[in-house]
């Protein structure tokens, strides 16, 4: 029964380069939720979605992030123009319907040179 | 005031020590109570799940969550090495919800 996936698992990025970060959720769950952590910090939520839909993206940073989770694949985690701050590791989470907890992927490590 | 605080340690203790880890948090519309461990460079793994106050346990863990003073706690009991991680803390006003996490306790149980 395989668990949350993220993939890569590791991603370097120069300073203005794109990251693309995937996420699929467990088999059964329709809920996917992105959280960062940085150094020393506890986990902060980013955006909550369901298939198709944004449901909650309060924790998104105004400009040049974006997210997506489409009727087909899995949900991506867009960042642009990346700059030495968005170096973390980002935490993709997965529940459903009935399902009031989070189950949590092994996280990509994004370092920006 | 952040919605939840933790006491990041880092706390040493003797293997078969019980282990006391605590969290507070501020919105009594909080609900639903999670304890993760987190392991060096991995996903935080769930461990415990309370709704609302009271008590669960499986085997040498106990989650406990007193919602009149806004407090949770996680105990370990006969503490292994194998324990040695981070433990974070995390609450949600509802199942669906962004999770609110504290910021981690170090602990390392010493063999």
């Known amino acids: 029964n395989a668990g949350v996936m993220q993939n890569p698992r590791h991603l370097v990025r120069r300073r203005g380069q794109e990251a693309r970060l995937r996420c699929s959720p467990m088999k059964g769950h329709s809920h996917v939720y992105w959280y960062r952590q940085l150094p020393e910090e506890g986990l902060k939520f980013m955006v909550y979605?369901?298939?198709?839909?944004?449901?909650?993206e309060s924790g998104m940073p105004k400009e040049r992030f974006s997210a997506e989770f489409p009727k087909e694949g899995p949900s991506i985690l867009r960042i642009q123009q990346v700059v030495r701050g968005d170096s973390a590791a980002y935490f993709c989470?997965?529940?459903?319907?009935?399902?009031?907890?989070?189950?949590f992927g092994p996280g990509t490590r994004l370092t920006v040179l | 005031q952040k919605e939840v605080e933790q006491d990041p340690g880092p706390l040493s203790v003797p293997e078969g020590a019980i282990v006391s880890l605590n969290c507070t948090y501020s919105?009594?519309?909080?609900?639903?109570f999670m304890w993760y461990r987190q392991y060096s460079r991995k996903g935080p793994e769930l461990l415990m799940y309370?709704?609302?106050?009271g008590n669960k346990e499986d085997g040498r863990f106990t989650a406990q969550v007193d919602k009149s003073s806004k407090y949770i706690s996680l105990f370990i009991r006969d503490s292994q090495p194998s324990d040695s991680a981070t433990y974070l803390c995390?609450?949600?006003?509802?199942?669906?919800?962004?999770?609110?996490f504290g910021t981690g306790t170090r602990l390392t149980v010493i063999p």
């Open positions: 919105n009594s519309a909080f609900q639903y």
């Open positions: 989470a997965s529940g459903g319907q009935g399902t009031d907890t989070q189950y």
């Open positions: 309370t709704y609302s106050s």
């Open positions: 995390a609450t949600s006003r509802t199942g669906a919800n962004n999770l609110f």
């Open positions: 979605l369901q298939k198709e839909n944004i449901i909650d």
